[in-house]
């Protein structure tokens, strides 16, 4: 087989990103059915491989608590996260709902919350149904078609695999020699190769890629965290995308660098990503201890929660280091 037709062994017909075509939803090679794109990359000898050189006894949680008040996406007036307690020891001596009696509930102190959160709040994925083009999304699945009432019949997250890959992590805050890059700084393919170099780590086909703008320090100053992120750029995501990724993150809530540098397109990286590469996305991944630490390659874990149909959905991500570093 010819060497242009394969990046790191694999197949470049099995890379979403070198069929696609400039904001146009790509028909997926791996059949009309798929619904989790590169993801696909992720297979039982993948994650043997990965598990075996992993060290259980050090782990790095990047996930963020959630809490009232946390930063979130609120520009599209999405419900930010909320949290209330529904029964409660004392007052369920006085309300008795479960109808056991003054000295039942007195016996057994009850305390019950629940919750009420955009699907992309704190640590979250994006799913493959979270922007397209003109009403389809990747694999030509379409609003028109597979949108019901409520949720997509298609490409939700109750269809993500629990994801156990390499991960490796971009610290380009700290290759320009910054606690926190400046905002809107736009993360492109030089920056990407120099954090490569620069860390002596290589991009392999069917790897978590995560990278640091640094934005994770102001966390959770809403003002400080949210106004005009820098993040990724178009050339910087095709970069990653074109070289396997399976899922693409950052440590910011958009991944991408905002406001857009494309006057016609307010979300220029999440469209490429997931329309066009079949790249699910993480975003708000707390780095701070890898980059402490200067752990940037390591066995990923992350299972997110499986909301039918939803373009999003939190997901508590684990980082293992390599027994070899």
Avoid at 18 to 41: C, Q, V, W
Avoid at 157 to 186: E, F, N, Q, T, W
């Amino acid at each position: 087989m010819c060497s242009d037709c394969l990046v790191n062994g694999i197949v470049k017909d099995k890379i979403i990103a070198h069929g696609a075509a400039f904001r146009k939803a790509t028909k997926s090679p791996y059949g009309a059915d798929d619904e989790i794109g590169m993801l696909n990359l992720i297979t039982p000898e993948s994650r043997d491989a990965i598990l075996r050189n992993a060290d259980p006894t050090r782990i790095y949680d990047l996930s963020v608590d959630n809490f009232v008040g946390m930063p979130g996406w609120f520009s599209a007036e999405d419900q930010p996260y909320q949290m209330w307690m529904t029964h409660t020891p004392r007052g369920e001596v006085l309300e008795d709902s479960v109808k056991v009696g003054r000295a039942g509930n007195e016996l057994c102190s009850y305390s019950g919350d629940a919750i009420s959160m955009y699907t992309h709040t704190g640590t979250h994925i994006d799913t493959l149904n979270h922007f397209g083009y003109n009403g389809v999304i990747f694999n030509g699945f379409s609003a028109d078609r597979h949108l019901g009432s409520r949720s997509w019949t298609k490409a939700g997250s109750d269809k993500h695999p629990p994801i156990i890959a390499r991960g490796i992590m971009l610290d380009v805050a700290r290759l320009h020699g910054v606690d926190v890059l400046p905002p809107s700084y736009g993360i492109g393919s030089d920056d990407l190769k120099g954090c490569l170099k620069h860390q002596g780590v290589q991009l392999r086909v069917g790897d978590v890629v995560l990278f640091r703008t640094g934005r994770m320090k102001y966390w959770p100053n809403r003002d400080l965290y949210l106004l005009d992120p820098p993040g990724i750029t178009r050339e910087g995501a095709e970069f990653l995308a074109l070289g396997g990724a399976a899922m693409i993150g950052a440590d910011n809530h958009s991944l991408e660098q905002a406001p857009s540098a494309d006057p016609e397109n307010w979300q220029v990286v999440h469209t490429y990503l997931l329309a066009e590469a079949g790249v699910p996305l993480l975003e708000i991944a707390n780095l701070e201890q890898l980059s402490e630490e200067r752990i940037y390659e390591f066995c990923f874990f992350g299972a997110c929660i499986k909301l039918r149909g939803s373009t999003g959905a939190p997901i508590r991500p684990i980082a293992m280091p390599l027994l070899r570093n």
